[in-house]
């Protein structure tokens, strides 16, 4: 069975500031993928970034990166450089043996 | 390409009523989920189908939900009949392969409220 946590229900950042959301996962799985989704107001979930979990090297988008920490079973997303529309509820997912697992998210306010 | 279809995008019911969903996949995509996700909370899957059998369904409340994908490509998702605690947000999703998921894509999914 997958599980995720995310242990911070709302999290708030300064525009232009660095923000940290956290995530840890549990899967007996050796072949799965890790994924932050994005859902603003509209409903639509977005794919942010992933993460193959054979990769060591963390993902990076643009302002968006990943610290993967395998042994530790944990994903955190780091916003650079944050902006207003980078508010949104983040979910952290885990992939693997065809199941798509999500944490309960992260509400993200940007102030400006 | 064309995203995940749904629709309606938005419902409201009484209580006891019955009420379907549709979702239409990204073409070729072999992997399909429903998940229910009420509000402020994270989705929930309701079932996974692999082309058109499936996969798991096995949070799935089958004395009241019933779903179909047939030939593989869209699918509904039915509740009748339907309760209070039904009132969430209904998302479809779909991803090239099953196994070990690489990306699954999102429709707007469909808000229903039940009164």
């Known amino acids: 069975a997958q599980t995720v946590t995310q242990s911070q229900p709302e999290m708030s950042v300064q525009e232009a500031e660095t923000v940290t959301l956290s995530c840890t996962y549990d899967?007996?799985?050796?072949?799965?993928?890790l994924f932050w989704y994005k859902q603003p107001p509209s409903r639509q979930m977005i794919l942010v970034i992933r993460?193959?979990?054979?990769?060591?090297q963390n993902a990076t988008e643009n302002r968006f990166s990943v610290n993967f920490q395998k042994a530790a079973k944990s994903f955190s997303l780091k916003i650079s450089d944050s902006q207003l529309g980078d508010a949104a509820m983040y979910f952290c997912?885990?992939?693997?043996?065809?199941?798509?697992?999500f944490g309960k998210g992260t509400l993200l306010t940007v102030n400006p | 390409e064309a995203g995940v279809a749904q629709s309606p995008r938005y419902k409201i019911i009484e209580k006891r009523q019955s009420v379907a969903f549709w979702c239409n996949p990204i073409?070729?995509?072999?992997?399909l989920y429903w998940y229910q996700q009420i509000l402020g909370q994270g989705p929930k899957l309701l079932i996974q189908f692999q082309n058109n059998g499936v996969v798991d369904d096995s949070q799935l409340p089958k004395d009241r939900f019933s779903a179909e994908r047939l030939k593989g490509v869209d699918s509904t998702l039915k509740i009748q009949p339907a309760k209070l605690e039904d009132s969430a947000v209904y998302l479809c999703?779909?991803?090239?392969?099953?196994?070990?998921?690489?990306?699954?894509?999102f429709g707007q999914g469909t808000r229903l409220t039940v009164v």
């Open positions: 993460q193959e979990a054979y990769k060591q």
């Open positions: 997912a885990s992939g693997s043996n065809y199941k798509l697992t």
């Open positions: 999703a779909s991803s090239l392969t099953g196994g070990t998921v690489t990306e699954a894509f």
């Open positions: 073409s070729g995509h072999a992997t």
């Open positions: 899967t007996s799985e050796s072949d799965y993928y």
